[in-house]
Structures are given as structure tokens and as C-alpha cells.
């Protein structure tokens, strides 16, 4: 599932800083690991598709 883009720029803005402490890999993915450890509190919907809506990230 992707993130909606306004969720993913926020995210984006909040770790850009962030210093990267290498590559890591994760079945058939790679990605950079950051020095970071963001909150961010959600909302969780209930019904049958079980959503998430981020309030806030810091």
C-alpha cells in the first residue's frame, strides 16, 4: 500500500535532516537506515478496512 502524498511529503520533510547509518536489505528491497526515531501519532479508523490517518509527526 502506498502513502497518500501529502502524508509522504510530510514524512519526507520530517526525515530529511536525519543522518543516514547505511544501506539495509530486507528480503528483495534495499533501502537507507536513517539515525532518527519519529513519532507519529494516528488515528485508527475501524470498519472493515482498518485505516490509519497520521495527526502529527515529530
Given at each position: 500500500?502506498?502513502?497518500?502524498?501529502?502524508?509522504a511529503?510530510?514524512?519526507?520533510?520530517?526525515l530529511?535532516?536525519?543522518?543516514?547509518?547505511g544501506?539495509?536489505r530486507?528480503g528483495?528491497?534495499t533501502?537507507?537506515a536513517?539515525?532518527?526515531?519519529p513519532?507519529v501519532?494516528v488515528?485508527?479508523g475501524t470498519?472493515?478496512?482498518?485505516t490509519l490517518t497520521a495527526v502529527?509527526?515529530?
Amino acid at each position: 500500500m502506498r502513502l497518500a502524498a501529502a502524508l509522504a511529503d510530510r514524512i519526507g520533510a520530517a526525515l530529511a535532516d536525519a543522518p543516514a547509518t547505511g544501506v539495509r536489505r530486507t528480503g528483495d528491497e534495499t533501502y537507507m537506515a536513517l539515525d532518527t526515531e519519529p513519532v507519529v501519532e494516528v488515528l485508527a479508523g475501524t470498519g472493515r478496512h482498518g485505516t490509519l490517518t497520521a495527526v502529527r509527526i515529530r
